[in-house]
């Protein structure tokens, strides 16, 4: 090892103004707003003509894992694993007495492949299953 300070690697104050003199100056092209002036109707407008901002019901093949288990309508749920290629099955009421109805598929999922886990490694960020969620 050297015995040479870590600051050989900065460059002087000199050298530092001289890089930011050859930098072009950019400047905005169009202020912000200030803060107590309302957003412009075109983009409320863009806003609510954006096809995410329908509301409703969440689409099941997106963000069904994501529901409680009283929302899903299928009566069988399908938790499978990516790693070991193992699929765990249970019955939409038997989940709701296990875990209530307000539990939500993904968790219960992982609890359902991580109870019967085979890929144990002891370490904590290789352990346990890659699930993916299936509703039939």
């Known amino acids: 090892m050297a015995d040479r300070p870590a600051s050989w690697r900065m460059p002087t104050p000199k050298q530092m103004q001289k890089m930011a003199a050859t930098v072009p100056r950019r400047t905005p092209p169009m202020r912000g707003l200030p803060p107590n002036e309302d957003l412009p109707p075109e983009y409320w407008q863009a806003v609510l003509q954006d096809p995410r901002a329908g509301g409703g019901r969440p689409d099941h093949s997106v963000s ?73």
């Open 64 to 136: 069904g894992r994501l529901l409680q288990l009283r929302q899903i309508p299928q009566h069988l749920l399908r938790v499978g694993c990516r790693r070991c290629g193992r699929m765990v099955e249970i019955h939409k009421a038997d989940a709701a007495r296990l875990y209530g109805p307000e539990a939500i598929w993904r968790d219960v999922g992982r609890r359902l492949l991580d109870n019967t886990c085979r890929s144990r490694t002891g370490r904590h960020e290789e352990d346990g299953c890659w699930p993916t969620f299936d509703m039939s």
